[in-house]
Protein backbone atom coordinates (compact mmCIF):
# COMPACT_ATOMS: atom_id res chain seq x y z
CA UNK A 1 0.00 0.00 0.00
CA UNK A 2 1.70 3.48 -1.03
CA UNK A 3 2.07 6.06 2.10
CA UNK A 4 0.80 9.57 1.98
CA UNK A 5 2.42 11.54 -0.41
CA UNK A 6 3.09 15.05 -0.39
CA UNK A 7 4.31 17.04 -3.23
CA UNK A 8 6.43 18.99 -3.69
CA UNK A 9 9.26 17.47 -1.29
CA UNK A 10 10.62 21.27 -1.53
CA UNK A 11 9.47 25.07 -1.89
CA UNK A 12 11.35 28.51 -2.01
CA UNK A 13 9.27 31.25 -2.09
CA UNK A 14 8.94 35.01 -1.31
CA UNK A 15 7.28 37.05 1.49
CA UNK A 16 3.85 38.50 0.60
CA UNK A 17 3.44 35.32 -1.62
CA UNK A 18 0.93 32.46 -1.39
CA UNK A 19 1.60 28.60 -1.37
CA UNK A 20 -0.47 25.90 -1.91
CA UNK A 21 0.97 22.16 -0.71
CA UNK A 22 -0.66 19.27 -1.89
CA UNK A 23 -1.32 15.84 0.00
CA UNK A 24 -2.53 12.31 -1.37
CA UNK A 25 -3.14 9.87 1.67
CA UNK A 26 -3.03 6.13 1.66
CA UNK A 27 -5.90 4.85 0.16
CA UNK A 28 -9.05 3.98 2.30
CA UNK A 29 -8.11 6.73 4.78
CA UNK A 30 -10.68 9.39 5.30
CA UNK A 31 -8.79 11.51 7.61
CA UNK A 32 -6.63 13.91 6.93
CA UNK A 33 -4.29 16.34 9.14
CA UNK A 34 -1.78 18.63 8.58
CA UNK A 35 1.46 20.05 11.16
CA UNK A 36 4.30 22.45 10.97
CA UNK A 37 7.42 21.49 12.04
CA UNK A 38 9.93 24.49 13.25
CA UNK A 39 13.20 23.77 14.97
CA UNK A 40 11.51 26.65 17.56
CA UNK A 41 8.18 25.00 18.28
CA UNK A 42 8.63 21.49 17.33
CA UNK A 43 5.13 19.75 16.02
CA UNK A 44 2.13 21.79 15.99
CA UNK A 45 -1.62 21.13 14.98
CA UNK A 46 -2.79 22.80 11.76
CA UNK A 47 -6.24 21.46 10.95
CA UNK A 48 -7.72 18.24 10.58
CA UNK A 49 -10.39 17.15 7.81
CA UNK A 50 -12.46 14.81 7.71
CA UNK A 51 -14.94 13.57 4.89
CA UNK A 52 -14.19 17.04 3.59
CA UNK A 53 -15.12 18.66 6.57
CA UNK A 54 -13.09 20.63 8.54
CA UNK A 55 -12.70 18.73 12.03
CA UNK A 56 -10.44 21.13 14.06
CA UNK A 57 -7.89 23.97 13.43
CA UNK A 58 -5.12 24.70 15.53
CA UNK A 59 -4.02 28.14 16.42
CA UNK A 60 -2.71 29.65 13.50
CA UNK A 61 -3.53 32.82 11.73
CA UNK A 62 -6.37 32.88 8.87
CA UNK A 63 -3.51 32.96 6.41
CA UNK A 64 -3.80 29.46 6.97
CA UNK A 65 -6.40 27.35 5.62
CA UNK A 66 -7.00 24.01 3.93
CA UNK A 67 -9.30 21.80 2.07
CA UNK A 68 -10.10 17.83 1.06
CA UNK A 69 -11.47 17.27 -2.40
CA UNK A 70 -13.78 14.17 -2.34
CA UNK A 71 -11.21 11.75 -3.01
CA UNK A 72 -9.76 12.28 0.32
CA UNK A 73 -6.29 14.24 -1.32
CA UNK A 74 -6.03 17.44 0.40
CA UNK A 75 -4.46 20.75 0.53
CA UNK A 76 -3.60 23.92 2.37
CA UNK A 77 -2.76 27.24 0.99
CA UNK A 78 -0.61 29.94 3.23
CA UNK A 79 -1.32 33.64 1.92
CA UNK A 80 0.85 36.44 2.34
CA UNK A 81 3.66 34.63 3.20
CA UNK A 82 5.88 35.47 6.34
CA UNK A 83 9.82 34.57 6.82
CA UNK A 84 8.14 32.51 10.47
CA UNK A 85 6.25 30.43 7.98
CA UNK A 86 9.65 28.67 7.05
CA UNK A 87 9.08 25.22 8.17
CA UNK A 88 8.34 21.48 7.40
CA UNK A 89 4.76 21.09 6.61
CA UNK A 90 3.43 17.44 7.50
CA UNK A 91 0.86 16.07 6.36
CA UNK A 92 -0.91 12.73 7.70
CA UNK A 93 -3.92 10.32 7.32
CA UNK A 94 -5.98 7.99 8.86
CA UNK A 95 -8.66 6.11 8.69
CA UNK A 96 -11.35 7.90 11.21
CA UNK A 97 -11.01 10.83 13.23
CA UNK A 98 -11.32 8.93 15.88
CA UNK A 99 -8.32 9.54 18.89
CA UNK A 100 -7.54 5.62 18.75
CA UNK A 101 -6.49 5.72 14.90
CA UNK A 102 -2.88 6.70 14.34
CA UNK A 103 -2.19 9.38 12.41
CA UNK A 104 0.58 7.95 9.17
CA UNK A 105 2.66 10.92 8.23
CA UNK A 106 3.88 11.55 4.72
CA UNK A 107 7.94 13.30 4.27
CA UNK A 108 6.62 16.59 4.34
CA UNK A 109 7.08 19.78 2.32
CA UNK A 110 9.74 21.88 3.40
CA UNK A 111 8.80 25.77 2.55
CA UNK A 112 11.29 28.04 2.80
CA UNK A 113 10.42 31.57 2.48
CA UNK A 114 12.95 34.32 1.76
CA UNK B 1 2.73 26.22 27.74
CA UNK B 2 4.28 22.65 27.07
CA UNK B 3 1.76 20.31 28.22
CA UNK B 4 3.83 17.00 26.65
CA UNK B 5 8.05 17.17 27.46
CA UNK B 6 10.58 15.23 26.78
CA UNK B 7 12.84 16.36 29.15
CA UNK B 8 15.88 14.25 27.73
CA UNK B 9 17.08 16.01 24.07
CA UNK B 10 19.20 13.32 23.61
CA UNK B 11 20.05 9.65 24.91
CA UNK B 12 22.75 7.13 23.55
CA UNK B 13 22.76 3.46 24.52
CA UNK B 14 24.99 0.76 23.90
CA UNK B 15 23.65 -2.00 20.86
CA UNK B 16 21.56 -4.86 22.75
CA UNK B 17 20.95 -2.85 25.61
CA UNK B 18 17.60 -1.58 26.52
CA UNK B 19 16.82 2.07 25.42
CA UNK B 20 14.10 3.66 27.79
CA UNK B 21 12.58 7.21 26.48
CA UNK B 22 10.53 8.96 28.97
CA UNK B 23 7.30 11.50 28.76
CA UNK B 24 5.76 13.69 30.92
CA UNK B 25 1.97 15.39 30.38
CA UNK B 26 0.15 17.88 32.15
CA UNK B 27 -3.06 17.91 30.85
CA UNK B 28 -5.23 15.13 32.67
CA UNK B 29 -7.75 15.52 29.49
CA UNK B 30 -5.26 13.35 27.61
CA UNK B 31 -6.40 9.41 27.05
CA UNK B 32 -4.45 8.40 24.19
CA UNK B 33 -1.02 8.69 23.97
CA UNK B 34 1.27 7.46 21.07
CA UNK B 35 5.32 7.23 19.90
CA UNK B 36 6.36 8.42 17.11
CA UNK B 37 10.13 7.49 14.96
CA UNK B 38 11.89 9.96 12.65
CA UNK B 39 14.58 9.93 10.38
CA UNK B 40 15.95 12.78 8.88
CA UNK B 41 14.45 13.96 5.73
CA UNK B 42 11.53 12.15 6.48
CA UNK B 43 8.25 12.39 8.19
CA UNK B 44 7.57 10.56 11.76
CA UNK B 45 6.63 6.69 11.57
CA UNK B 46 4.05 5.60 14.07
CA UNK B 47 5.75 3.07 16.42
CA UNK B 48 3.40 1.95 19.37
CA UNK B 49 0.32 3.48 21.42
CA UNK B 50 -1.50 3.38 24.54
CA UNK B 51 -5.06 3.79 25.77
CA UNK B 52 -5.51 5.22 29.18
CA UNK B 53 -6.94 2.34 30.56
CA UNK B 54 -3.89 0.57 29.83
CA UNK B 55 -0.52 1.31 31.70
CA UNK B 56 1.12 -1.07 29.42
CA UNK B 57 1.24 -2.10 25.32
CA UNK B 58 3.93 -4.30 23.76
CA UNK B 59 4.80 -4.69 20.18
CA UNK B 60 8.08 -6.86 19.54
CA UNK B 61 11.11 -5.07 20.25
CA UNK B 62 8.60 -2.10 21.90
CA UNK B 63 6.78 -1.75 25.55
CA UNK B 64 5.15 1.79 26.43
CA UNK B 65 4.23 2.32 29.92
CA UNK B 66 1.91 4.13 31.53
CA UNK B 67 1.84 5.77 34.90
CA UNK B 68 -1.73 7.88 34.97
CA UNK B 69 -0.83 9.19 38.48
CA UNK B 70 2.30 10.85 37.42
CA UNK B 71 1.12 11.45 34.61
CA UNK B 72 3.99 9.92 32.81
CA UNK B 73 4.95 7.67 30.20
CA UNK B 74 8.00 5.87 28.84
CA UNK B 75 9.18 3.66 26.08
CA UNK B 76 11.50 1.04 25.56
CA UNK B 77 13.14 -0.86 23.44
CA UNK B 78 14.87 -4.10 24.06
CA UNK B 79 17.24 -5.03 22.46
CA UNK B 80 18.22 -1.79 21.19
CA UNK B 81 19.47 -2.28 17.58
CA UNK B 82 21.36 1.09 15.39
CA UNK B 83 18.61 0.80 13.13
CA UNK B 84 16.16 2.70 15.77
CA UNK B 85 18.94 5.68 16.45
CA UNK B 86 16.39 8.55 15.21
CA UNK B 87 14.51 11.29 16.95
CA UNK B 88 11.30 9.87 18.92
CA UNK B 89 8.39 11.70 19.91
CA UNK B 90 5.27 11.07 22.27
CA UNK B 91 2.23 12.41 21.53
CA UNK B 92 -0.64 12.88 22.95
CA UNK B 93 -4.77 13.08 21.97
CA UNK B 94 -8.07 13.33 24.12
CA UNK B 95 -10.60 13.49 25.52
CA UNK B 96 -14.00 11.84 24.90
CA UNK B 97 -16.20 13.98 22.79
CA UNK B 98 -13.09 16.36 21.53
CA UNK B 99 -11.72 16.72 18.12
CA UNK B 100 -8.82 15.13 17.69
CA UNK B 101 -5.13 17.32 17.63
CA UNK B 102 -1.88 15.48 18.66
CA UNK B 103 0.05 17.65 20.89
CA UNK B 104 3.67 16.51 20.63
CA UNK B 105 6.65 16.40 22.87
CA UNK B 106 10.24 18.24 21.57
CA UNK B 107 11.59 14.72 20.61
CA UNK B 108 14.43 12.82 22.00
CA UNK B 109 17.48 11.83 20.16
CA UNK B 110 18.37 8.34 20.15
CA UNK B 111 21.55 6.86 19.33
CA UNK B 112 22.52 3.61 19.30
CA UNK B 113 26.29 2.40 19.67
CA UNK B 114 27.82 -0.35 17.62
Known amino acids: KAGVTQTPRYLIKTRGQQVTLSCSPI?????VSWYQQTPGQGLQFLFE???????NKGNFPGRFSGRQFSNSRSEMNVSTLELGDSALYLCASSPSDRHNSPLHFGNGTRLTVT | DQQVKQNSPSLSVQEGRISILNCDYT??????FLWYKKYPAEGPTFLISISSIKDKNEDGRFTVFLNKSAKHLSLHIVPSQPGDSAVYFCAASGGSGSARQLTFGSGTQLTVLP
Open chain 2, 27 to 32: NSMFDY
Open chain 1, 49 to 55: YFSETQR
Open chain 1, 27 to 31: SGHRS
